[in-house]
T-cell receptor
Framework: GENVEQHPSTLSVQEGDSAVIKCTYS??????FPWYKQELGKGPQLIID?????GEKKDQRIAVTLNKTAKHFSLHITETQPEDSAVYFC??????????FGTGTRLTVIP | NAGVMQNPRHLVRRRGQEARLRCSPM?????VYWYRQLPEEGLKFMVY????????ESGMPKERFSAEFPKEGPSILRIQQVVRGDSAAYFC????????????FGQGTRLTVV
């Protein structure tokens, strides 16, 4: 199956700074790349996604970039706020197969 | 439009008992995925089902675990003869299609085996 690596595992930033989380994958046929945010005691929440025909997508303070040649994609959060503190997971889907998840990044935004 | 509903939210079972976890997908969704999550760890794929069919069960232990998604009613993840190592959060997600379609998660069932 797909091998998804996510870095860093933990990330602390000052409020207002930017946060970047990166994921790499192994299957060049992968074509769908969502990001999820998981708060304590809750289920993962889809926050943004990108498909293989697009290189970048932005939604307010959140953006995702995709480099298909290098097989990596990144989540960018600008102007971070304390409520952005959570665990973030990247995921990869190949065709009609299931979603493979990264190991997660615990983001802490320091007020 | 209700989201993905999982019940129960918390389930306590003694070793050797059976655990039944239910997942009602979002309205209009016919694809269900089950994941298992240990504390401080990621989401491990277990099984992917469409209505009345198991598409991929490569992540599910062959013994004691089974899953179904009947034509009517919720998807069920069944764990027989539970052991302490089965204690985890079990999440299901649903989507409306097989390819490149957003998958939405429920709040999970936290299983504790005592």
């Amino acid at each position: 199956g797909e091998n998804v690596e996510q870095h860093p595992s933990t990330l602390s930033v000052q409020e207002g700074d930017s946060a970047v989380i990166k994921c790499t994958y192994s299957d060049s046929a992968s074509n769908y790349f969502p990001w999820y945010k998981q708060e304590l005691g809750k289920g993962p929440q889809l926050i943004i996604d990108i498909r293989s025909n697009v290189g970048e997508k932005k939604d307010q303070r959140i953006a995702v970039t995709l480099n298909k040649t290098a097989k990596h994609f990144s989540l960018h959060i600008t102007e971070t706020q304390p409520e952005d503190s959570a665990v973030y997971f990247c995921a990869v889907q190949t065709g009609a197969n299931n979603l493979f998840f990264g190991t997660g990044t615990r983001l802490t935004v320091i007020p | 439009n209700a989201g993905v509903m999982q019940n129960p939210r918390h389930l306590v079972r003694r070793r050797g008992q059976e655990a039944r976890l239910r997942c009602s997908p979002m309205k209009g969704h016919s694809h269900v995925y089950w994941y298992r999550q240990l504390p401080e760890e990621g989401l491990k794929f277990m099984v992917y089902l469409q209505k009345e069919n198991i598409i991929d069960e490569s992540g599910m232990p062959k013994e004691r675990f089974s899953a179904e998604f009947p034509k009517e009613g919720p998807s069920i993840l069944r764990i027989q003869q539970v052991v302490r190592g089965d204690s985890a959060a079990y999440f299901c997600a649903s989507s409306g299609g097989a390819m490149n379609t957003e998958a939405f998660f429920g709040q999970g069932t936290r299983l504790t085996v005592v």
